[in-house]
């Protein structure tokens, strides 16, 4: 358990973030592919759904909000539909207040990802890349200084964070005393001097400086060539993706933090998600180091998430202290956690399937129709009755065993990824709410007769009939049992 890192998350709610930056819009175009298309080499996908975010400063500021902070966010939009989706979003977020310039003359940036499963095959950018209106951003950023502990300059290189607008924001930002965090773009990083910390990746340090390599000695050497180009920049945190990251605060040894990731699905807005959680930490009084440790746990959170994903405060947390819920219990959940827990699994893009069953005494039967299921899918949902719709179903008898037993032995199975408990006779209710890619029944069954086939066959998913054992069911077990008594 690590207290120091543990006890900041809980205190970010006092903190407000000011964030000047290119903002930009996310969208997320999800489908399958299964064809080449005959026109040309490519694939053909079809789409299935399409989601909006903020990017770049925007994410910054989203991710400050998802951490339980307040966010001022301070950029260019266009007068068009991007800007006004991208207006729209902001409005709700209740910790995020907006103080955008709207430019008629400029295009709102927009990043559209195309998605198949977990993978991104394509990226298509629209933007505008000349100086945007320097006044005004600063008039909106000094209007807002005072309020603020502390400054994310997050560079995209779109035009808003120009050689005049960053020496006065920078100016501005240490007359009030407020520590100022650069995510950069630009390969004169003489250009940032004079804020707190510099936050560049590894190819954006490597380009600054003519320093190359993956190695801990080559990332400590380009930290330091970036505090001599810049000497009144405090602190250089690189970030290394697998490697890690690497810190240098001006006077000290670098350190270097390994990688905390324990699956990657998607690295897209870590930049961000580790902006948000340095500023947040140097807001509540943190080392840089302590600071750089937590982003280091929210970008190994962040990453194994799909796409523009946020951190929570919780989930910080639970990460400092290396805390590992029971991960069997940690697949039993009420419907409410559970769709939760399903919005995670789609945003991935991964497909869900469900069956269900009331899985009194679990046999051979159960754990092949179990791994059928999960062969057909990537994350596995199993609605199972409670003890009182077991009793409906099967008499006064049954359940042999109690409903929190039945869901923790099948909550052990590699195969089944979450269990929902319903009370109803049928689980018509948990299909209409999670809309399963894949709905599973025994080949006892028909297609016509599986409840909710026809409401999973109308928007697309599929039903599998998966093949059954003969002999095996929990009535012929338990008739044996009594027989032998």
């Not at 964030?19 to 005959?38: C, K, N, Q, T």
């Not at 195309?114 to 095959?121: A, P, T, V």
């Not at 179903?393 to 065993?401: E, N, Y």
């Given at each position: 358990?690590?207290?120091?890192?543990?006890?900041?998350?809980?205190?970010?709610?006092g903190?407000?973030?000011?964030?000047?930056?290119?903002?930009?819009l996310?969208?997320?175009?999800?489908?399958?592919?299964?064809?080449?298309?005959?026109?040309?080499?490519?694939?053909?996908?079809?789409?299935?759904?399409?989601?909006?975010?903020?990017?770049?400063?925007?994410?910054?500021?989203?991710?400050?909000?998802a951490?339980?902070?307040?966010?001022?966010?301070?950029?260019?939009?266009?007068?068009?539909?991007?800007?006004?989706?991208l207006?729209?979003?902001?409005?709700?977020?209740?910790?995020?207040?907006?103080?955008?310039?709207?430019?008629?003359?400029?295009?709102?940036t927009?990043?559209?990802?195309?998605?198949?499963?977990?993978?991104?095959?394509?990226?298509?950018?629209r933007?505008?890349?000349?100086?945007?209106?320097?006044?005004?951003?600063?008039?909106?950023f000094?209007?807002?200084?005072?309020?603020?502990?502390?400054?994310?300059?997050?560079?995209?290189?779109?035009?808003?964070?120009t050689?005049?607008?960053?020496?006065?924001?920078?100016?501005?930002?240490?007359a009030?005393?407020?520590?100022?965090?650069?995510?950069?773009?630009?390969?004169?990083?003489?250009?940032?001097d004079?804020?707190?910390?510099i936050?560049?990746?590894?190819?954006?340090a490597?380009?600054?400086?003519?320093?190359?390599?993956?190695?801990d000695?080559?990332?400590?050497?380009?930290a330091?060539?970036?505090?001599?180009?810049?000497?009144?920049?405090?602190?250089?945190l690189?970030?290394?993706g697998?490697?890690?990251?690497?810190?240098?605060?001006?006077?000290?040894?670098?350190?270097?933090?390994?990688a905390?990731?324990?699956?990657?699905?998607?690295?897209?807005?870590?930049?961000?998600?580790?902006?948000?959680?340095?500023?947040?930490?140097?807001?509540?009084?943190?080392?840089?180091?302590?600071?750089?440790?937590?982003?280091?746990?929210a970008a190994?959170?962040v990453?194994?998430?799909?796409?523009?994903?946020?951190?929570?405060?919780?989930?910080?947390?639970?990460?400092?202290?290396?805390?590992?819920?029971?991960?069997?219990?940690?697949?039993?959940?009420?419907?409410d956690?559970?769709l939760?827990?399903?919005?995670?699994?789609?945003?991935?893009?991964?497909?869900?399937g469900f069956t269900?069953?009331?899985?009194?005494?679990?046999?051979p039967?159960?754990?092949?129709l179990?791994?059928?299921?999960?062969?057909?899918?990537?994350?596995?949902?199993?609605?199972?009755?409670?003890?009182?719709?077991?009793?409906?179903?099967?008499?006064?008898?049954?359940?042999?065993?109690?409903?929190?037993?039945r869901?923790?032995?099948?909550?052990?199975?590699?195969?089944?990824?979450?269990?929902?408990?319903?009370?109803?006779?049928?689980?018509?209710?948990l299909?209409?709410?999670?809309?399963?890619?894949?709905?599973?029944?025994?080949?006892?069954?028909?297609?016509?007769t599986?409840?909710?086939?026809?409401?999973?066959?109308a928007?697309?998913g599929k039903?599998?009939?998966?093949?059954?054992?003969?002999?095996?069911?929990?009535?012929?077990?338990?008739g044996?049992?009594?027989?032998?008594?």
């Amino acid at each position: 358990m690590d207290d120091t890192l543990a006890k900041l998350p809980p205190t970010f709610s006092g903190a407000t973030v000011l964030v000047l930056g290119d903002v930009m819009l996310d969208r997320f175009v999800y489908g399958a592919v299964d064809r080449i298309s005959p026109e040309a080499p490519v694939p053909v996908i079809a789409i299935e759904r399409e989601t909006a975010m903020l990017g770049g400063a925007g994410n910054v500021a989203r991710n400050v909000a998802a951490l339980g902070g307040r966010a001022v966010l301070v950029g260019v939009v266009g007068d068009d539909d991007a800007g006004r989706t991208l207006l729209g979003l902001i409005d709700r977020e209740p910790s995020l207040d907006a103080a955008l310039i709207v430019d008629a003359k400029r295009r709102t940036t927009e990043k559209t990802r195309y998605i198949s499963g977990s993978h991104q095959m394509l990226r298509a950018d629209r933007e505008d890349r000349g100086e945007a209106d320097g006044q005004a951003l600063l008039k909106a950023f000094e209007a807002h200084l005072r309020e603020v502990d502390v400054v994310v300059l997050s560079d995209y290189a779109k035009g808003v964070l120009t050689p005049v607008v960053l020496k006065a924001a920078i100016a501005a930002a240490n007359a009030a005393g407020k520590p100022v965090i650069v995510d950069p773009k630009s390969r004169d990083f003489s250009r940032y001097d004079g804020a707190t910390l510099i936050k560049p990746n590894r190819r954006e340090a490597a380009e600054a400086t003519g320093i190359a390599g993956a190695g801990d000695e080559a990332a400590a050497e380009a930290a330091d060539a970036i505090l001599a180009t810049a000497p009144n920049l405090a602190a250089a945190l690189i970030t290394r993706g697998g490697a890690g990251m690497t810190l240098a605060v001006r006077g000290e040894a670098p350190v270097h933090l390994p990688a905390t990731a324990l699956e990657v699905f998607d690295v897209s807005g870590a930049g961000d998600t580790v902006a948000a959680t340095l500023a947040l930490s140097l807001a509540k009084g943190a080392r840089p180091l302590d600071a750089a440790r937590l982003a280091n746990l929210a970008a190994g959170l962040v990453v194994a998430k799909l796409g523009t994903d946020v951190v929570t405060a919780d989930e910080l947390v639970e990460a400092a202290r290396g805390e590992h819920a029971d991960p069997i219990a940690d697949k039993i959940a009420d419907l409410d956690g559970a769709l939760a827990i399903v919005a995670g699994w789609r945003a991935r893009g991964l497909k869900v399937g469900f069956t269900n069953g009331c899985f009194d005494l679990l046999h051979p039967g159960h754990v092949s129709l179990l791994a059928q299921a999960k062969a057909a899918c990537d994350r596995l949902i199993v609605g199972l009755n409670t003890d009182a719709s077991v009793q409906r179903l099967k008499g006064p008898t049954r359940p042999v065993q109690k409903e929190g037993g039945r869901a923790t032995v099948l909550a052990s199975l590699s195969a089944v990824d979450l269990v929902v408990l319903f009370d109803e006779q049928t689980p018509l209710n948990l299909i209409k709410a999670f809309r399963p890619d894949v709905l599973v029944k025994g080949a006892d069954y028909t297609v016509e007769t599986v409840v909710g086939s026809d409401v999973v066959l109308a928007y697309g998913g599929k039903v599998l009939l998966a093949e059954l054992k003969a002999g095996q069911s929990t009535t012929n077990l338990i008739g044996r049992m009594n027989a032998k008594a």
